[in-house]
């Protein structure tokens, strides 16, 4: 089945920068659109940011436009968000999703297990 790993999350100061993976195996990770989403305590899922299959167009945000931007490499299967200009409100459970289908929790039909991001 279709397994996603996010990493690369942490505790950082804010201004600063981290920059979140994605690994994905066992699906054709290069057909498909790839989203970053992230849910903080107490507060509904967040989609981030998501990505063309090529990677030709990427989509944001408006809270994270101009600072976050996602990638997608599709022969390491990784998808990536690099954040700067860090802020608290950016302190969240970040999740990779593919597979987007409103019938699936989330509306997504896969999910890695997160990682977090502390901005502090």
């Known amino acids: 089945h279709v397994q996603l790993v996010e990493s690369g999350g942490g505790l950082v100061q804010p201004g600063g920068s981290l920059r979140l993976s994605c690994a994905a195996s066992?699906?054709?990770?290069?057909?498909?659109?790839m989203t970053w989403l992230r849910q903080a305590p107490g507060k509904d899922l967040e989609w981030v940011s998501t990505?063309?299959?090529?990677?030709?167009?990427?989509f944001y945000a408006d809270s994270v436009k101009g600072r976050f931007t996602i990638s997608k490499d599709n022969a390491k299967k990784s998808l990536y968000l690099q954040m700067n200009n860090l802020k608290p409100e950016d302190t969240a459970m970040y999740y990779c999703?593919?597979?987007?289908?409103?019938?699936?929790?989330?509306?997504?039909?896969?999910w890695g297990q997160g990682t977090q991001v502390t901005v502090s």
């Open positions: 990505v063309y299959s090529d990677g030709s167009r990427t």
């Open positions: 999703a593919a597979r987007a289908d409103s019938s699936c929790s989330g509306g997504y039909c896969s």
């Open positions: 066992e699906f054709d990770f290069n057909l498909y659109a």
